[in-house]
């Protein structure tokens, strides 16, 4: 073989090479704008929640100070408190025949089943055992004067709270499972809907559960709240109640009094620093978590306006849980707010998900006589971009 005949030989294998890579880039390239087309076309579907199984390392446990009690404030004159909202006309829906359980059993069930407990409250404290909790006599009056007329309600002063740091979730929607089983063993089921809604300095949050009936299905609690976003999370200004068969009651975060004050009752409370209500208590705690997880190694204490009173729910880290819900497999944390001899009998379970932006996905509510109703959600849907 000549050296002439050899370079023509190693030429035409170069050519053939090089023309090789070009088709094949040219074809790689063809499909890739192929398969970029299909993967970038819009969806007519909404937009729904991608989750990651996170796992991150549980805080070291601290031990923390004993939870402080609120007592109420003393009795001010009528024209202090707020008016009570308008109350609406008692729902007439009846129960089907041959259901295990009437409505307003049911209502009471579900009225702990979003982020609180059923609180068997004392309505009939008398004026006496108000001045005995405050520690204030009441003032002598000498013989024939005229009473003084009573002074205006000051605001409270601040009472000593754990202040957390706090990264409140983005908003979304939540359509949640309902399943309940009575102390008897009796079992039904029911759906809830929840709705966050932030744009950062404003925010509003709805509850709405039933229960399934026969054929029908019953609308047994409505929460609502609204108010502000400041540098301690949720802060409510009004959260309303509707359960069925009952009038809709009002809780009031008065912030330029320093009060907590009710619709349904003439009592009123000092506002301490992150209070929340029935519809925020789930998304205050995610929040928490999504700023940093290490203040839940320490007990989190968060008052609770609720209907007619206004006390400190405390809440401890169980630990990481795997739950199986409609969404698949979830790694959350599991917090658990246990009874309170003397205040609340019931004990109140909530699960977040880190990986979900620390959403509430599951909560239950075990009541003192061992009935459990649980929310496990089925679907989540994000209105805006994740932060």
């Given amino acids: 073989m000549t050296i002439v005949s050899f370079l023509f030989q190693r030429r035409r294998l170069l050519v053939l090479g090089a023309a090789t890579l ?7 390239d063809w499909v890739g704008g192929r398969l970029s087309a299909q993967t970038h076309r819009a969806s007519p579907l909404p937009a729904s929640l991608m989750s990651a199984q996170l796992r991150l390392t549980l805080p070291k446990r601290v031990e923390s ?8 404030l003393p009795k001010g004159p009528a024209a202090a408190r707020p008016r009570p909202v308008a109350r609406g006309a008692p729902v007439t829906t009846p129960v089907t025949a041959g259901t295990e359980i009437s409505a307003s059993d049911a209502a009471t069930a579900l009225a702990a089943v979003v982020a609180v407990a059923a609180v068997d409250i004392n309505v009939a404290r008398q004026d006496g055992a108000a001045q005995a909790q405050t520690g204030t006599p009441p003032p002598a009056v000498a013989e024939g004067a005229t009473p003084a007329a009573a002074a205006p309600v000051e ?10 740091k706090v990264n409140l979730p983005p908003s ?15 079992k039904w089921t029911g759906a809830a809907t929840m709705a966050w809604h932030t744009d950062g300095g404003r925010y509003q949050a709805s509850v709405e ?24 999370g949720i802060a409510p200004v009004t959260a309303t109640e509707k359960r069925a068969r009952r009038a809709e009651t009002a809780t009031h975060f008065n912030r330029d ?9 003439e009592r009123s409370y000092p506002l301490l620093v992150g209070a929340q209500d029935k519809a925020t208590v789930p998304f205050q705690l995610g929040g928490i978590g999504r700023a940093d997880i290490n203040q839940f ?10 209907e007619k009173e206004a006390t400190v729910f405390r809440f401890q880290l169980v630990g990481e849980e795997e739950l199986d819900t409609k969404l698949g497999k979830l790694v959350t944390w599991h917090l658990t707010r246990p009874p309170k001899p003397g205040t609340y009998s019931s004990q109140l379970d909530i699960w977040l ?10 909560i239950r509510n075990t009541e003192k006589n061992g009935a459990l109703t649980t929310q496990t959600v089925s679907h989540i849907t994000m209105t805006e971009s994740g932060k």
């Fill in 155 to 164: 605001a409270a002063p601040a009472q000593a709270m754990r202040r957390y």
């Fill in 257 to 265: 009094t320093g009060t907590i004050s009710f619709s349904a009752s």
């Fill in 209 to 232: 559960a039933g229960v399934s009936l026969l054929v029908t299905r019953l609308n047994l609690l409505v929460l609502r709240s609204e108010g502000a976003i400041d540098d301690f």
């Fill in 22 to 28: 070009v088709l094949h880039y040219a074809t790689i």
């Fill in 297 to 306: 190694g320490g007990d989190i204490d968060i008052q609770v306006g609720e």
């Fill in 172 to 186: 979304a929607s939540f359509e949640m499972t309902v399943a309940r089983v009575d102390a008897d063993g009796t």
């Fill in 353 to 362: 998900a880190p990986g979900m932006n620390w959403y509430p996905v599951q």
């Fill in 65 to 72: 100070a004993p939870a402080p009690e609120v007592a109420p």
